[in-house]
């Protein structure tokens, strides 16, 4: 037999913090096992967010790879990379499948990169340069381009060029610009860049303000068929012509830069808005505003160098967005650079908004945002051809989000521009900063230094550098803290020398925070400095704290934000490892994972040690470490379940110190895979490990430090084998509390259960890839299997161990590489001597509620969250399916009330937290010409639903109609003959089969052009009456559970008809 979709070394680990739930619903595009390309080539096959099987690229036989899943990532990284990736060498996104979903790659033949460094243009020549970061962009085909990366001389950097988006008429005067325009100043003579999604020049707001325009965005024109872009460029600069000056913008005498960056869908990569960045630079811009922005790492990125860079070079200041995920520690990147003037959002009572995102910054936990702004329902232009908001009055739209907000900070900034006309951006950021409006609730990393006012700045001569300060951590313990001192230096920009009383603003314990004069006398036209001390030693409670230092005079007033860290109790912890020779390693892959707290880190040196600053807590340490032997490489597979830190800790972790794994199984048979690992359940989530090889050889395990009490750790050994005969053979075992240190294991036949499947076929020339994943009887799994190539109908015999194991079956049904359908079985427990036959690919095809394993079933609820997520193609059996589709379609009613559809199979909406009677419906089709059965299936439910915790995933009431008749080889019956179908009801959530409480059943001989009702005797089986000259059955039924639930179900062609 051929093995499917193998890599030959695969290492993982899962951590999930919130319950595992299906998948979304397909669409008409997608294939049921969603494989996804990685730069390297390799293919990754990915079920339920759950990664089953690796494929090697061509010329990438033997490979390794290092799988991880979080709440929000699941990275698949080939042994070839990771190095690369773990020194930051390459871009760890390049290899997380979520994120090239999300950015729509995944299932593209190539790959978007930005490449830095001397050698880029040898491998992208005819890429985009963006010479503020020294690099270029280009797309990389997928295979070819990861050969000439790696051998190419003067390559930094490799970065995915990720995808950023827009972060979605009182508010002018809220910021105090009237008071401005009364003095003359408009923005006149200044340039203001929008990069965004472009501009609208026929808005009579903005049609005398655009100075030039560019297209970076890959689409074909610069008009902007999305909307943001003309809002934000209005609120900076609109005329107001069309409201009669009601809707005037900020700076209604600036002019416009249009440079185009975001897509008609607001969205663009990393280097379309650098491209953006430096033509905006390039044609002079004064100010530039970027209402965009995407999640930001501890490294500085491609965006944040280029905001630092371009900010140096030429003055210009870039306003960007703080971002809408209203979080602490939520900044988005690029408005996490040093240089940026960092925008937040509040609404027109001067409230925080509650979208708008929270400092500290990630890394070093820094003061952002800068300021704030009006964010909250702004009132702008509305371009005719955008598919963003809904018109308020002709011609204008409300929108939300710190996108609003920072158009309002760019447009002050003109304003100001107009008025110091030879002040750089950083001036004009001190200046907006040290004038701002604090709110009295509000800390620094909410606020920064507060809501702009321009009616204060243009009277300002008074600012601070820097415009904030940020002290950073101090380590713990704090009873020897030495304060921190920093200086503050104010300038003057007035005629006259001015005196500040100085005075600190703060709800700090007493003395973390003080000055070192009361007053300071700042010359005409020139600076004073004055000393800001922090004392983390001052209190008793740690975490963040912020103050301001206010500067009066009169009624002028400066602040400056300042703010630390003081660290919750922590300690070092070193980890040294040691490959096989007893040398530091230097290739191995480290995992840190707190088992009570949120840390999840890959540390990574050369040197083979790593020191860590940890909170005191638990924590679980996996550490794979290779060792290298002529062309060979062996692996160590490490792990401690548990390790306290209560104190500064050292631990080796030493490859010699890991045994081998031998299992020999009690026939002739070559191994297909071998899966090591464990997995671990804690109060705050689950995380899982895997280590797969076809050589046992190549790798040695050993469990490090105490057995863990009861079932929360479970040890793995999953051996999968093909015999001699052509049968399977899946010897798998569980320990719990313990990761072996080394295995060994003689099987006997006496000890296996004997399974033989039956492989239906429902069109010719198909092949089938039979897979078999073993779970633990208790406790969490995380397990591999290896698809066999088997054909379509035939049989495979399986030779399975049975103490502590339980199984789940996986048939595939292929056209060459490409998967047309996709059967998964319920979980099963076997015993040992005994011989089981378990059918798959059997009609009649339809929905089913499987139980297999996922909390909410198939339809469910979390919070107001509705999820409608079916297997609409399960066969007889009862195994759960999916398919291919031609359409789909789904509606979601609430009392009668349409409130959610889509062209899926199945989908989700918000809905309230009162109880409502909801109707949900998918239909679909799927090709004849690939299927010949069930080529169209419907189901309608109706049930009731009101308010769960944000926390449970609660299966719904809703059930599926199994029709199973007893069919030949070929899935059909015979014509013109009585013939009964049994009817049965399949709960979700437990998958519990019973009768209905109610049944109706019709039948269709003309593929559902007519039907025809068939009597249901007791609740149990239809009884049809089959034409002598019909070609094929379809069947209709409605039935209600004992609680009054109902659903209609309807599969065209459900079986066919031999004369």
Avoid: C
Avoid at 44 to 56: E, K
Avoid at 721 to 743: E, N, Q, R, V
Wanted: hydrophobic share 40%; aromatic share 6%.
């Amino acid at each position: 037999m051929r093995r499917v979709g193998f890599g030959v070394v695969a290492l993982g680990l899962v951590f999930a913090t919130t319950p595992a739930v299906h998948a979304n619903p397909l669409s008409t595009k997608e294939s049921p096992d969603r494989q996804i390309t990685l730069l390297t080539g390799d293919r990754v096959v990915v079920d339920n967010g759950r990664a089953r099987q690796v494929i090697p690229g061509r010329g990438r036989d033997g490979m390794a790879f290092s799988v991880h899943r979080t709440a929000d990532h699941l990275y698949v990284i080939p042994a070839d990379a990771l190095r690369a990736v773990a020194s930051g060498q390459v871009d760890r996104r390049l290899f997380d499948i979520r994120t090239l979903t999300d950015f729509g790659y995944a299932g593209r033949d190539t790959v978007p990169l930005i490449v830095t460094g001397s050698g880029a243009t040898r491998v992208a020549a005819e890429g985009r340069t963006l010479s503020s970061i020294d690099g270029v962009a280009y797309d990389a085909a997928k295979g070819d381009a990861w050969r000439t990366l790696t051998t190419t001389r003067g390559v930094s950097r490799i970065w995915l060029d990720g995808k950023r988006k827009a972060v979605l008429d009182h508010s002018v005067p809220q910021i105090g610009a009237p008071a401005a325009w009364a003095a003359g100043y408009t923005g006149a003579g200044v340039k203001v860049a929008v990069i965004d999604t472009g501009v609208d020049q026929t808005h009579p707001d903005l049609a005398n303000q655009q100075l030039a325009e560019a297209n970076f965005s890959g689409t074909p024109d610069n008009a902007d068929h999305y909307g943001h872009g003309t809002h934000v460029a209005s609120i900076v600069a609109g005329t107001g012509a069309k409201s009669g000056g009601r809707y005037r913008g900020v700076a209604d005498g600036a002019g416009i830069l249009d440079a185009k960056v975001l897509d008609d869908n607001g969205s663009g990569q990393d280097s379309w808005i650098i491209a953006g960045m430096e033509w905006a630079v390039e044609q002079g811009a004064d100010i530039a505003n970027l209402s965009l922005g995407g999640t930001d790492t501890p490294e500085i990125d491609p965006l944040e160098e280029a905001v630092n860079e371009l900010s140096a070079s030429s003055g210009t200041l870039f306003v960007v967005a703080a971002g809408n995920s209203f979080g602490d520690g939520t900044i988005g990147s690029p408005g996490s650079a040093d240089a940026a003037l960092t925008v937040g959002a509040v609404d027109r009572e001067d409230e925080l908004a509650d979208f708008s995102s929270r400092g500290p910054r990630v890394g070093d936990g820094a003061i952002k945002p800068d300021v704030t702004a009006p964010g909250v329902d702004i009132v702008a232009a509305l371009h005719s051809d955008g598919t963003v908001g809904e018109p308020v009055e002709p011609g204008y739209t409300a929108l939300s989000g710190t996108s609003m907000a920072t158009p309002h900070v760019a447009g002050a900034a003109a304003l100001l521009a107009q008025q110091h006309p030879d002040y750089t951006g950083q001036q004009l950021k001190e200046l907006l900063s040290a004038s701002a409006s604090p709110h009295a609730d509000l800390t620094a990393f909410q606020q920064g230094a507060g809501r702009i006012d321009v009616a204060r700045a243009i009277t300002q001569t008074v600012t601070t550098d820097p415009a904030n300060v940020s002290i950073g951590k101090v380590e713990w313990p704090h009873d020897d803290d030495v304060p921190v001192t920093r200086s503050v230096t104010y300038t003057n920009d007035g005629d006259a020398a001015v005196t500040l009383a100085l005075s600190l603003d703060t709800t700090a314990p007493q003395g973390m925070f003080s000055l070192g004069a009361d007053e300071v006398t700042v010359p005409a036209g020139g600076t004073a400095e004055v000393q800001v001390t922090a004392d983390a030693g001052a209190g008793e409670a740690d975490g963040y704290f912020s103050a301001a230092v206010v500067a009066t005079e009169g009624d002028s007033v400066t602040r400056t934000p300042v703010a630390l860290d003081r660290e919750v109790e922590s300690y070092d912890l070193t980890i040294d490892s040691i490959d096989a020779t007893g040398a530091p390693a230097s290739g191995y892959n480290m995992l840190v994972v707190g088992l009570d707290n949120s840390t999840f880190q890959a540390p990574y040196d050369e040197d083979g040690s790593v020191t860590l600053r940890l909170p005191k807590g638990q924590y679980l340490i996996d550490d794979i470490v290779s060792t290298a032997g002529g062309e060979d490489r062996s692996y160590g597979l490490l792990v401690q379940p548990v390790l306290v830190l209560d104190e500064d800790t050292a631990v080796t972790f030493d490859a010699r110190t890991a045994k081998p794994v031998r299992v020999t199984p009690p026939a002739e048979a070559t191994l297909s895979i071998a899966d090591l690992g464990y997995s671990m359940v804690t109060d705050i989530g689950s995380m899982s490990s895997a280590f797969l090889t076809d050589d046992l050889g190549l790798v040695n395990t050993a469990h490090v430090g105490a057995p863990v009490p009861g079932t929360a750790f479970t040890g793995k050994v999953n051996t999968q084998w093909t015999g001699a005969d052509g049968s399977f053979y899946g010897l798998a075992w569980f320990p719990h509390g313990t990761m072996p240190t080394g295995f060994s294991k003689v099987v006997t036949d006496a000890e296996l259960a004997t399974v033989t499947s039956e492989l239906g076929a429902t069109t010719p020339d198909r092949t089938g890839g039979k897979v078999s994943f073993p779970f633990p009887a208790e406790g969490d799994g995380f397990v591999f299997g290896v698809a066999e190539e088997v054909t379509l109908p035939g049989k495979r015999v399986e030779h399975l161990t049975t103490d502590g194991v339980r199984w789940q079956g996986q048939l595939t049904q292929n056209d060459g590489e490409k998967v047309e359908a996709q059967l998964t079985s319920p979980f099963e427990s076997y015993q040992a001597g005994v011989s089981y036959v378990r059918p798959f690919n059997h009609a009649v095809f339809g929905p089913t509620m499987t139980d297999d394993g996922f909390p909410g079933g198939w339809v469910y609820r979390v919070g107001d969250q509705l999820v409608v997520s079916p297997a609409l193609y399960g066969d007889k059996a009862g195994n759960a399916g999916q398919s291919v589709l031609s359409s789909a379609k789904f509606e979601l009613y609430r009392d009668g009330q349409p409130i959610a559809s889509g062209d899926q199979a199945g989908g989700s909406a918000e809905v309230p937290k009162q109880d409502g009677e909801y109707r949900a419906v998918v239909t679909t089709t799927r090709p004849r010409e690939v299927f010949g059965l069930s080529t169209g299936v419907t189901v309608a439910w109706t049930f009731h639903s009101s308010y769960v915790d944000d926390e449970t995933v609660v299966p719904l009431p809703v059930s599926a109609i199994r029709f199973t008749p007893d069919l030949d080889a070929a899935n059909s019956a015979q014509a013109g003959v009585r013939f009964l179908v049994p009817v049965w009801l399949q709960h979700n959530g437990t998958g519990a089969v019973d009768r209905p409480r109610t049944l109706s059943v019709e039948a269709s001989y003309d593929e559902g052009a007519t039907w025809q009702e068939v009597e249901t005797p007791m609740n149990m089986v239809a009884q049809l009456d089959h034409p002598a000259d019909a070609a094929s059955v379809s069947l209709r039924a409605t039935a209600t559970d004992a609680a009054g639930n109902s659903v209609t179900q309807t599969v065209i062609r459900a079986y066919t008809l031999r004369k």
